[in-house]
């Protein structure tokens, strides 16, 4: 299946607590437009794909997406490790400490639990794509937002790492879609 090597994509060294910062993080990890969402909404368009260029690029960009994730849940064990409950509830993860302690529970920066609705598909290779150039660009932009919330340089690299990522993988979309467009009819 894959090859897993056992490090992030990108490191993760976030050395000052932010439990406020954790509660915005969040939603890269479990909100609509966070990388949960992009992985599942990736792999289950890529068995419609109509060739394997388009299967293949769905399976790739998907699993790094999950890769993603990894780097947002290290950042936000980093950005809470050794929090007290007083400092969640401060923080407004008073409820998610209720339910769950200190592990991580896929939602948005509200506190809405990941739900499968984010995911997108239409069975159509063009209309899908779109989609997940759109889904891109939202992205794009919630880490543009969290970079707008911080200037904390441990956390600012691996957000402006996600971001480009971001970029990279709407211009994959972008090329495979208009080689359908050109190629499929």
Known sequence: MWVYEKKLQYPVNIRRKNVKMAKYIVTQYGGPA???AASWQYF????TMPDDRGKALLTDIGTEELAHVEIISSMLYQLTK???IEELEENGLGANYA???HD???????GVPFSMSYIKTSGNAISNLESDMAAEQRARDTYEHLMDLTNDPDILAPLAFLRQREIIHYQRFKELRNYYLENLK
């Open 99 to 101: 339910q769950f302690g």
């Open 82 to 84: 050794d929090a007290t």
């Open 44 to 47: 289950n368009q890529r068995y």
């Open 34 to 36: 966070g990388e949960l």
């Open 104 to 110: 991580l529970f896929p939602s948005d920066a509200n």
